[in-house]
């Protein structure tokens, strides 16, 4: 009842049309308060504490095309709280961008990377975006179960557990990441990132492994996700190089993408392999995805085609049960 009031009052007497921080004033302040920090639970009688607007961490994390989404159709078309209001009835477009683009520019920040540049994550290629996500994936019979921790707006930590259930060893082996954020850029919707990967010789591991990377991605006309990766792999001594190259086309909550990898082994012939694979928006609010496809030889030694798929969960965004 309170949070209607203030959505008739607010959308009663209409703001500026001029100025976000207006319109922020009138539509959004009492609960989240007037420097977007959010108002105390019990001052504004919600059930869910209002977000910390002006907390990088928090809006910078996804595009303004999502937030827009919010305040036009409220948390309930998220799967969020029914306490935040749809305003879309009772205001314009613009105002919407407005407000929008003034909540935004409470993070003022530049370190950290928009969520404009988070691109759907692809089979082969490191994303360049920091990520705080669990993910489980399957490439035929081999498993690998990864957890990403952001420290900042920049730097990322990742552990990974394999396993393998061919009948032999299970016990695959594991690996530790670093990854950090070079540069972006929203105008060019770019990013790139740098990184290191070390595997110690346990389970099916047979030397240690270390393998720097560098990782780029694009989306050029903002519909087109292109990512890439170059990596080196070092055991005892240089042992080759990959270039993993993949683009998709964003059509709603699917985006299909093709991927190559090509290892190139400083002995040995050389590989490439191709992987067709759809990338699936799971929840409304976004933070589970998954992905399916097939990874397919073309040239170097013969193999068999195999299943590669996916299941993530972006856990900063919020619990696995919500935003369904």
Known sequence: MFVSVVLFAALANPAPADTGA??????????????????????????VPA???????????EPEEQWTGIVRDGGEAYGLSLDMPSFGDGASADQITWVVRYLKSLCTDPAWPPGELNFPRAVYSEKAFPENEVVLVAEGREQSLIYERRIGP??????????????????????????????????????????????PALGRQAEWEIEPFLSFGANPGGVTPVQAEVLATIEDGFAGATVNFGAGREIGRFVPMLEASWAIPRVGPQELTLAPQLWVQLSRLGHVAASIGIEVP???????ARLVAFVLWDFADGALTAGW
Not at 173 to 183: D, E, F
Not at 191 to 197: K, Q, Y
Not at 298 to 304: E, I, Y
Request: proline share 2%; charged share 20%; aromatic share 6%.
């Open 298 to 304: 073309v040239a170097g030694p013969s193999r068999d």
């Open 51 to 61: 977000a910390d607007l002006a907390n990088c961490r928090i809006s910078s994390a």
């Open 154 to 199: 920049r730097f990322q930590l990742e552990g990974v557990v394999r396993t393998v259930l061919d009948g032999g060893d299970v016990f695959g082996g594991i690996t530790a990441a670093a990854k950090y954020n070079l540069w972006h850029s929203l105008p060019r919707l770019m990013i790139a990132s740098v990184g290191l990967e070390l595997t």
């Open 22 to 47: 207006v319109l922020y004033a009138k539509w959004c302040s009492s609960c989240h308060g007037a420097d977007g920090r959010g108002v105390s639970k019990t001052m504004t009688r919600l059930e």
